[in-house]
T-cell receptor, first 110, second 116 residues
Framework: RKEVEQDPGPFNVPEGATVAFNCTYS??????FFWYRQDCRKEPKLLMS???SGNEDGRFTAQLNRASQYISLLIRDSKLSDSATYLC???????????FGSGTRLQVQP | GAVVSQHPSRVICKSGTSVKIECRSL??????MFWYRQFPKQSLMLMAT?????????EQGVEKDKFLINHASLTLSTLTVTSAHPEDSSFYIC????????????FGEGSWLTVV
């Protein structure tokens, strides 16, 4: 079983749509959670951290359910520029490295 | 601007040769850097953790004699792919944690290696 599992997609949505990505992780010792965005053939870039209470950054909302070991990302009012691969990432305190999901590809269409 | 610089961004080498990739932290000291590899349409996989002044810690299945990591200073870690093989062709990317206990991780721009 992969440590971090994501639906690979692709999710093809029209501009303005709302889209949600889910992610599950297997390591109950995971302490930090993130969503990264990766454009084709580029390095990943931090989109947002994910907190237990849930957090929002503009059109992006992240949720964490520690009991279910589940993380979500909601994107509202999708833009063409949101087209990318979204990586669910976790980290445990001891290891200090990041463990990446394989990513969910989003394609926003005009 | 970039806080972690990686070089070269693209390299093509012949089978059997060695290739060195450099990862530099700019404006901060990184006692620990991480090296990842990403094959097409796959996740970033941690290869090793590079510790300044000591030996790197390799993940299971990563050959330490093939992927040589040197972290001789607080701002530079290098990954050398020795006796490169076409199967080593991949996207290699480094990252550094800002601060000893901080959660901010910065990535280098990545290096595309093609072995022919």
């Amino acid at each position: 079983r992969k440590e971090v599992e994501q639906d690979p997609g692709p999710f093809n949505v029209p501009e303005g749509a709302t889209v949600a990505f889910n992610c599950t992780y297997s390591n109950s010792a995971s302490q930090s959670f993130f969503w990264y965005r990766q454009d084709c053939r580029k390095e990943p870039k931090l989109l947002m951290s994910v907190y237990s209470s849930g957090n929002e950054d503009g059109r992006f909302t992240a949720q964490l359910n520690r009991a279910s070991q589940y993380i979500s990302l909601l994107i509202r009012d999708s833009k063409l520029s949101d087209s990318a691969t979204y990586l669910c990432v976790v980290s445990d305190t001891g290891r200090r490295a990041l463990t990446f999901g394989s990513g969910t590809r989003l394609q926003v269409q005009p | 601007g970039a806080v972690v610089s990686q070089h070269p961004s693209r390299v093509i080498c012949k089978s059997g040769t060695s290739v060195k990739i450099e990862c530099r932290s700019l404006d901060f000291q990184a006692t620990t850097m991480f090296w990842y590899r990403q094959f097409p349409k796959q996740s970033l996989m941690l290869m090793a953790t590079s510790n300044e002044g000591s030996k790197a810690t390799y993940e299971q299945g990563v050959e330490k004699d093939k992927f040589l990591i040197n972290h001789a200073s607080l701002t530079l870690s290098t990954l050398t792919v020795t006796s490169a093989h076409p199967e080593d062709s991949s996207f290699y990317i480094c990252s550094a944690r800002l601060g000893l206990a901080g959660n901010t991780i910065y990535f280098g721009e990545g290096s595309w290696l093609t072995v022919v």
